[in-house]
């Protein structure tokens, strides 16, 4: 696929965000389509257990962690161009040149990205796709959706993944190394092997998923939304309207208590 047509394809999604980004979907009710979602679900899980997770499991044991965390540093390397993009796109300038260190240092003394150098120096990793651009500059989630092969996400994100594509780099250099078909075998391939790393990465979570969810699908949709809450906000979510603030709560005790208080101890107040 050209840049071109990811073009085509990335304003028709953001239009179609825009417009349905609140539709059918109240902050009571995030998931309108819950019964098809969880049929997605299900068909993912199935492909899952069936095929993805042997292949995370024979790629665990045969791959060794150095190697292992190399191919993973290499795509969060790669990931860092998006986020120094996105990082612009909402204003971002310091985290945006924090970003852009990391992908020069890594890019060079790590090696293409296989020795995750900026991390140790005091260069952190963060995330911003387009996505969370959407949503910094107020476009809402929209429905809470499941995705064949892909999984949770909403209207907002899955239309933000059009640019998000465009920003990669693996785009253009399998456009330049190739035909049509080998740039989608090329494509194919790489995502297939982050798919696989992530899964591999994943194995010791989902135990944890497994005894903490009685419903392992309401649990994945509400910890998807949260997170990408925190994202869009940068870790400092506005407090909802209706939220319970134990702080008001005692505060209204202490108005109706006319017992006198008791001076707290020195250096307790």
């Known amino acids: 696929m050209s840049p071109i047509t990811y073009s085509k394809t990335t304003l028709g999604l953001f239009i179609l965000s825009a417009i349905l980004s609140g539709c059918a979907t109240t902050p009571d009710n995030p998931d309108p389509y819950e019964k098809f979602n969880r049929q997605v679900f299900k068909f993912n899980e199935t492909v899952d257990q069936a095929v993805l997770k042997p292949v995370a499991k024979t790629y665990k044991t045969l791959v060794p962690e150095p190697l292992d965390q190399g191919v993973t540093n290499v795509f969060s390397n790669l990931n860092d161009i998006t986020v120094v993009a996105n990082d612009l796109l909402q204003l971002k300038f310091k985290r945006a040149l924090s970003a852009a260190g990391r992908l020069f240092i890594n ?26 651009t959407l949503g910094h500059w107020g476009v809402g989630s929209g429905p809470y959706l499941v995705l064949p092969f892909v999984g949770p996400s909403s209207l907002r994100d899955a239309s933000g993944w059009g640019v998000d594509i465009f920003l990669d780099p693996r785009t253009y250099y399998a456009g330049l ?30 135990e944890i998923v497994q005894t903490a969810a009685t419903d392992k699908y309401a649990y994945i949709r509400d910890a998807y939304l949260q997170r990408r809450e925190y994202l869009i906000y940068d870790g400092n979510p506005p407090k909802k309207p209706d939220a319970f603030d134990e702080e008001d709560l005692f505060d209204d ?15 307790e107040e």
């Open 177 to 206: 190394h190739g035909d049509s078909d080998n740039v989608r075998k090329f494509l194919f391939t790489t995502n297939g092997i982050r798919a696989i790393d992530i899964r591999a990465d994943w194995l010791g979570a989902e």
């Open 107 to 132: 890019s060079t003394i790590g090696l293409l990205g296989v020795f995750d150098v900026a991390s140790d120096n005091n260069l952190p990793k963060h995330y911003e796709d387009f996505g969370q």
């Open 253 to 267: 005790l202490d108005e109706k208590d006319s017992t006198p208080k008791v001076p707290a101890p020195a250096g």
